[in-house]
């Protein structure tokens, strides 16, 4: 845990940079520390539903990847996400949409995390998850 | 119940072609009776992650938008999802992945549904949400 | 897998019993096969809530036990659970409630387990979770 | 909101005893203000499973109820879990057990909720739910 190989902001923009679905959604990290990251993305219009609010594919990736940013800080790259809750509140129309994970409990090789889906227009979504190093 | 206005497959096909999101991922919905939809995608460059395997928040798109057709065509067009829990199992490298989504409890109202997202692999993840009509 | 020191109903019912909680509550253990577990209990008055509902947390024990007897039916009984999703959908007023596991998927070390609660009233909650093997 | 019927410590500590498993459990409440509320237990012989360490189903009550009461404390004394998803972290030897839950998102009719149960050990579960106003 003290020798973790911690990602630092730098490291998670070139992971970030490294996944083309991150790149096609057009997320940026703006924020890594250790227990603590944040997403942020522009709400395009490729990225709605039929009503022209944001798709809740696009929250759920937003928690999926702020929380296994979140728990990488702690954990390094070498993890996987086990999954996720995520609570639909309210429909997003404006952006950018801000994603913000922080870890509530770290136990060396797990990590649960919390994230929250702010914008605009207030919360549109939380999420629960358990990040998991991989040997 | 009896009355409620389900969604036929055409009617859900031409939903989801107004979901912008859904287009950009290539989704295509290939079943969707009362009680259960099926979304299928292939698994093209876009939708990967670092190493190559199917992005988290790809798997957590499908979970989402499979329980919310699937709720539908109970509860008709006019519905939001509350949120969904997802269990991420095995990573994902080749598609393409199927979304299979059936209903566990539908209420008049509220509907709870499950998902099972597979593919030439195995079986990737779980998730179980719950979609409510809107008034 | 194959030689995975399986739960026989004989021996669940041996851990229940060995489990003071599940004696207090007054849990039996009525089937228990590879994939699938069934617990029932009888709704007495010490079990509910201020409105003599079962208490949420009555249902609540109810899916945790039933999804590690149905994980430890093929992991043996050396396991934990990592936590559940349960959706509570109707309040429970008769007995005696019924809570039935079933394995979604099976990878050896870890099971992926949904659970229907179900009394005379009909479907009181549906949960889903997952148990891991311990070494 | 501002005329919501708040639920006070001492109304909260009637309902409490007013419900035969939070008696039968030993649960005290010994914080709630709007947005915030605590439970306690002692880890008494009879919460135990067959390993001598609390049973899940012992930390999943105090989730649910330590969610519900979150949610009362700004919803009124009407309302109803819709679930909650909890993560087992660590199991609990000793007690008093600690479960203090705060709410995320608060919109007039819903609140989400989150958990976390400590003891002398450590953190054992978080958890996080929704909980609905009944009209």
């Known amino acids: 845990m003290d020798a973790a190989p911690q990602i630092t902001l730098e ?21 890594l520390e250790p227990g603590l990251a944040t997403l942020e993305l522009d709400l395009t219009d490729d990225l709605r539903q039929q009503h022209g609010v944001a798709h809740g594919g696009v929250l759920a990736y937003l928690a999926d990847n702020a929380l296994s ?23 997003a129309r404006t952006g950018p949409l801000r994603a913000e994970a922080t870890t509530v409990v770290f136990s060396g ?15 549109h979504a939380v999420a629960q998850g358990r990040v998991t190093a991989v040997a």
Request: some cysteine.
């Open 109 to 123: 090789r797990h990590a649960v995390c919390r994230c929250e889906i702010t914008g605009p227009e207030g919360t």
């Open 69 to 91: 940013f979140c728990g990488g800080s702690l954990l390094g790259p070498s993890l996987r996400s086990s999954g996720f809750t995520i609570e639909l509140l309210r429909p």
């Open 11 to 31: 490291d998670g923009r070139a992971i970030l940079a490294s996944q083309p679905f991150s790149r096609l959604l057009g997320a940026r990290l703006v924020q």
